[in-house]
């Protein structure tokens, strides 16, 4: 994997981690956010079509980032610095969370379409 790809799945799992830990301050403030961008960045519908390369992909680079920054003006940086390292050395459980996600959106779409 390459590096920015091994530094967004880090993050990814990151907020992840963050918004479950019960010790995380505005938990449900932090899990709107996520679900919110989340919804976004894996919706068909955007702002600007992902069909056009590069510039289709900026709105939900753009929206990840502002949904990134406003959990971790939410939560202590302790915190997220624990989460961070947890994340790093899980690398792998990461991966596998992420394909996980990915395949159920597959199913549900699929589903939604009836092709399955």
Known sequence: MTRPTVTALTEA???VLVALDRRTPNRGRVLLVLVLTAAYVLSPI??????????GWTDDVLIGLVGRRAVYRLVPRELVEDHREAAKSHL?????LTLA???VLVVVVLRAVGWI
């Not at 792998?92 to 596998?96: D, I, K, P, T």
């Open 101 to 103: 996600v990915v395949a």
């Open 92 to 96: 792998l459980v990461a991966v596998g």
């Open 13 to 15: 799992y990151t907020l």
């Open 46 to 55: 955007d702002l600007l079509s992902d069909l056009v390369p590069i510039v």
